[in-house]
């Protein structure tokens, strides 16, 4: 299994960006996707979940209306679109997938949300 994020960066606040995590190694579109972020010292927080097909997504409370998680099944790549962003959401963002129980996770790429 290999997750491997891409599109992190520098924004000024309010602007968007557009996270990447193309997986391989497993049958990616049988399989429920997520979106992390951490900071020092802090939890892994979850940001966003999308079923096997797309249908169903669930955000959490601090990034509903902002953060849209998406995916193609035909590329085995599950997205973040983050709008409107603030200092507050600087993280590393990590994809995860948990397959029999066990979790994987990509490398992470950054986010940073500074003027």
């Known amino acids: 299994v290999e997750l491997v994020e891409s599109g992190g960066g520098l924004v000024q606040p309010g602007g968007s960006l557009r996270l990447s995590c193309a997986a391989s190694?497993?049958?990616?579109?049988?399989?429920?996707m997520r979106w992390h972020r951490q900071t020092p010292g802090k939890e892994r927080e979850l940001v966003a979940t999308?079923?096997?097909?797309?249908?169903?997504?669930t955000y959490a409370d601090s990034t509903k209306g902002r953060f849209t998680i998406s995916r193609d099944n035909a590329k085995n790549t599950v997205y973040l679109q983050m709008n409107y962003l603030k200092p507050e959401d600087t993280a590393v963002y990590y994809c995860?997938?948990?397959?029999?129980?066990?979790?994987?996770w990509g490398q992470g790429t950054q986010v940073t949300v500074s003027s």
């Open positions: 995860n997938v948990q397959i029999y129980y066990t979790d994987y």
């Open positions: 190694g497993f049958i990616f579109s049988t399989y429920r």
């Open positions: 999308i079923s096997s097909t797309g249908i169903i997504t």
